[in-house]
């Protein structure tokens, strides 16, 4: 994790901090319309994307505001072979207290990683094999999530990023933390997706909305879905 970081002039820079920005930079796939739409909340009262504070004032997070956010922020998971990178990781402040804020963004791509079931048993080199076999980062991970005994058949990119949300509150001293998935024009079976995680925390899976599970070593952790819709060309032209 780089503990330095300098503040965005645009959108264009959110694209300097992507791993394939020639694939993953176009409109209407998710690293594009999340810059600009957290670009364009930042001047906001709350500094969140309408929808993302919608959430947060209808799950007893009362007058969120934004206090910093870091775009492609990476949380390292001791054993892995790379840290959970999340499409943005924010610091908000409500009047429930301090919150540390995961986004992982969707559009037109279907969810990454294979289901937990299969992901422990793949690996493209040996290393990585070794790791899923003694379980050192799923184990890390694991420790970082509500206890549950169905967690095989959801998505692995979605336990490590909620993981991540609770692994910064931890680490700086916060007593809740929350994972959103902000959605523009995605496909139905990513949703469902989502809704075999949910159902394995024991929440209902709800489009706009947002549920709080129980508790993680004393933090506060909720999950919530958020419909975004897609940047518009006034949009992009206020934020380039």
């Known amino acids: 994790m780089n503990r330095l970081h300098i503040a965005t002039r645009g959108v264009c820079n959110?694209?300097?901090?992507?791993?394939?920005?020639?694939?993953?930079?176009?409109r209407g796939f998710s690293a594009f319309e999340t810059a600009v739409s957290w670009e364009l909340a930042s001047s906001g009262e709350s500094g969140l994307p309408a929808f993302i504070d919608r959430l947060f004032r209808e799950n007893n997070y009362d007058k969120p505001v934004l206090m910093f956010a870091v775009a492609e922020h990476k949380v390292d998971l001791p054993g892995g072979n790379a840290a959970s990178q999340c499409d943005v990781w924010a610091i908000v402040n409500t009047s429930a207290g301090m919150l540390s804020l995961t986004v992982e963004a969707k559009a037109s791509e279907a969810c990454g990683d294979?289901?937990?079931?299969?992901?422990?048993?793949?690996?493209?080199t040996e290393r990585a094999i070794g790791n899923r076999k003694n379980r050192w980062e799923w184990d890390?991970?694991?420790?970082?999530?509500?206890?549950?005994?169905?967690?095989?058949q959801v998505r692995y990119q979605m336990?490590?990023?909620c993981a991540a949300s609770v692994i910064e509150a931890k680490r700086l001293g916060f007593q809740h933390a929350a994972f959103v998935v902000?959605?523009?024009?995605t496909?139905?079976?990513s949703f469902q997706d989502y809704a075999v995680?949910?159902?394995?925390?024991?929440?209902?899976?709800?489009?706009?909305s947002m549920a709080t599970t129980s508790s993680v070593d004393g933090i506060s952790l909720s999950v919530g879905w958020a419909d975004c819709p897609l940047s518009t060309d006034a949009e992009i032209a206020a934020c380039t």
């Not at 294979?114 to 493209?124: D, P, R, S, T, Y």
């Not at 890390?140 to 095989?152: E, G, I, K, R, T």
């Not at 902000?182 to 024009?185: E, I, K, R, T």
């Not at 995680?197 to 706009?208: D, E, S």
């Open 187 to 189: 496909p139905d079976k």
């Open 14 to 26: 959110w694209r300097e901090r992507l791993a394939s920005p020639d694939r993953q930079w176009k």
């Open 140 to 152: 890390y991970v694991q420790s970082h999530l509500p206890n549950s005994d169905s967690l095989l």
């Open 182 to 185: 902000q959605a523009f024009n």
């Open 114 to 124: 294979e289901i937990l079931e299969k992901w422990l048993v793949a690996g493209e």
């Open 197 to 208: 995680f949910c159902q394995a925390l024991r929440i209902p899976a709800v489009r706009g």
């Open 159 to 161: 336990l490590h990023r």
